[in-house]
Nanobody, 127 residues
Framework: QVQLVESGGGSVQAGGSLRLSCAASGFTTSSNSMGWFRQAPGKEREGVASIDRDGRTSYADSVKGRFTISQDNAKNTLYLQMNSLKPEDTAMYYC?????????????????????WGQGTQVTVSS
């Protein structure tokens, strides 16, 4: 059974940093594409970052240069290092397991390319 459990969210001031973790079970993260998404109140869920089986990463323009996606194969855990946080980064953050559509570069940050989702962890950035 696939399970994803996010942690590491919290409240920080603008300019601060957080590292999100996504502990996976029931499958091997390194054998799948994985992604981080976020959803702010009243907005659609959007892709933030993804990493495929070959380690290739993709980022939303809004987070490039500030966020880094990585994974620890030994711990079967996905991470999202978030630096220089802005108030507009405030959202619920979710990790997800990608399906075959993530082999298409243009779909790597598309929610429809992902099959399993965690419950989310809240990130709040104050100005």
């Amino acid at each position: 059974q696939v399970q994803l459990v996010e942690s590491g969210g919290g409240s920080v001031q603008a300019g601060g940093s957080l590292r999100l973790s996504c502990a996976a079970s029931g499958f091997t993260t390194s054998s799948n594409s994985m992604g981080w998404f976020r959803q702010a109140p009243g907005k659609e869920r959007e892709g933030v970052a993804s990493i495929d089986r070959d380690g290739r990463t993709s980022y939303a323009d809004s987070v490039k240069g500030r966020f880094t996606i990585s994974q620890d194969n030994a711990k079967n855990t996905l991470y999202l290092q978030m630096n220089s946080l802005k108030p507009e980064d405030t959202a619920m953050y979710y990790c997800a397991v990608g399906g075959w559509k993530t082999t298409i570069q243009a779909l790597r940050l598309d929610t429809r390319s992902y099959n399993y989702w965690g419950q989310g962890t809240q990130v709040t950035v104050s100005s």
